[in-house]
Every structure is written in structure tokens, then in C-alpha cells.
T-cell receptor, first 111, second 118 residues
Framework: QKEVEQNSGPLSVPEGAIASLNCTYSDRGSQSFFWYRQYSGKSPELIMSIYSNGDKEDGRFTAQLNKASQYVSLLIRDSQPSDSATYLCAVRRAGDNDMRFGAGTRLTVKP | GAVVSQHPSWVICKSGTSVKIECRSLDFQATTMFWYRQFPKQSLMLMATSNEGSKATYEQGVEKDKFLINHASLTLSTLTVTSAHPEDSSFYIC??????????????FGPGTRLTVT
């Protein structure tokens, strides 16, 4: 079992819809959770970080964390074509320096 | 805030030569820097983690004598690919975490360096 699992996609949604990206992790010691967006040929860009159970909203983005289910998700409201990218879920254990990345979900928002 | 730069953004070199890539944290002090490699259509692969003033910790399968990492200051880390070969052609990305405050919990990436070895 991979440490961090994501559906590779591609996930295709129409412009204006809600895009829902999911991530599960295997290590119960994980305490910090991150979503990064990576455009083709570019480096990852931090979108959201979440550290406690529940929802965290930032503009059109909402991160949801459920530690009991070892599940973290990212919702993108009012999806725009510019949101088309690969979204990487990353997880870090308490006390660790490095993060473990999922393979990423490719999102396409169609005009 | 939390800006990480890399230089060069791309480089083409001949097989057998060495290439140095610089990574700088511009507006925070980075106690820890990370070097990743990414091949086309694949996910990020962590190569090594370095703390300022200490030797880097390499991931399994990464040759420390081939990929030399120097984290000499709180704002600069360098990766030198020695005796580069075509199979080393990849997208190299550095990342940094800071001392305190927001950057200490979050990790920010540089723009990456595309290396092509001919």
C-alpha cells in the first residue's frame, strides 16, 4: 500500500462546477497535510495546508481532513479552466522533516 | 512571503561534465532544504534532505557522490550533479522550510531547473 494515495485521473469537470479531489494516507502518525498545484512543466505551488480535523476554506478552495478515516480532500468551487493542473497531496508525520507525496490527480476544467 | 528561487532555470550540458544548481530562500531562513527530481509525467521523488551546516541525508538509491549537496547557509543550498549522463536529464526542484512562523510548518518550492545532458 502506498503511503499517500490519489486517483491519478484525469478528472474532468465543466467550468463553474465543483471539483473534488481525494487523498488517503496510511500512516496514522501523520499530522500535517498539504495540497499543492502543479502546472505542466512548473514546480508545485502550495494551495492549502490543514492540521486539524474539519474544513478549512480559502477563497474557492476548501480542504477537508478526517484523521479517523485517514482522508483529506480538496474542493474547488466555481472551477475555472486556469485550475487545470495536477494536484498533489502531501503528508508529514509529527517530528519529521520531509513530506510524502501522492502521485497527483490531473484535473481538467472544460470551458 | 516564503519565496524560493533556483538558478539556473534550465541548463544543457555535455555528458561527463558537472552542473551546479543553486537554491535560495529569499525572504526567510531555511533550516531545512529538500531536493527533488521529477521525470516527465511522474511524481516528485525526494533525493535528499539537508540541514544548514550538516551533511545531507540521501534517500535510498540516490548516489551521494554523484549528487553533491551543500547547505552552507540558512538561505542557500546547492546541488551539484557530477559527471552527468543523459539519464540524469530531469527536472530538479528544491524546496525549503523555515525556522519559525508559517514557513516552519509549510514547505515552499523553487521554480525548478530543467537539466538536459547530451
Amino acid at each position: 500500500q502506498k503511503e499517500v494515495e490519489q486517483n491519478s485521473g484525469p478528472l474532468s469537470v465543466p467550468e463553474g462546477a465543483i471539483a473534488s479531489l481525494n487523498c488517503t494516507y496510511s500512516d496514522r502518525g501523520s499530522q500535517s497535510f498539504f495540497w499543492y498545484r502543479q502546472y505542466s512543466g512548473k514546480s508545485p505551488e502550495l494551495i492549502m495546508s490543514i492540521y486539524s480535523n474539519g474544513d478549512k476554506e480559502d477563497g474557492r478552495f476548501t480542504a477537508q481532513l478526517n484523521k479517523a478515516s485517514q482522508y483529506v480532500s480538496l474542493l474547488i468551487r466555481d472551477s475555472q479552466p486556469s485550475d487545470s493542473a495536477t494536484y498533489l497531496c502531501a503528508v508529514r508525520r509529527a517530528g519529521d522533516n520531509d513530506m510524502r507525496f501522492g502521485a497527483g490527480t490531473r484535473l481538467t476544467v472544460k470551458p | 512571503g516564503a519565496v524560493v528561487s533556483q538558478h539556473p532555470s534550465w541548463v544543457i550540458c555535455k555528458s561527463g561534465t558537472s552542473v551546479k544548481i543553486e537554491c535560495r530562500s529569499l525572504d526567510f531562513q531555511a533550516t531545512t532544504m529538500f531536493w527533488y527530481r521529477q521525470f516527465p509525467k511522474q511524481s516528485l521523488m525526494l533525493m535528499a534532505t539537508s540541514n544548514e551546516g550538516s551533511k545531507a541525508t540521501y534517500e535510498q538509491g540516490v548516489e551521494k557522490d554523484k549528487f553533491l549537496i551543500n547547505h552552507a547557509s540558512l538561505t542557500l543550498s546547492t546541488l551539484t550533479v557530477t559527471s552527468a549522463h543523459p539519464e540524469d536529464s530531469s527536472f530538479y526542484i528544491c524546496s525549503a522550510r523555515g525556522l519559525a512562523g508559517l514557513p516552519s510548518r509549510e514547505q515552499y518550492f523553487g521554480p525548478g531547473t530543467r537539466l538536459t545532458v547530451t
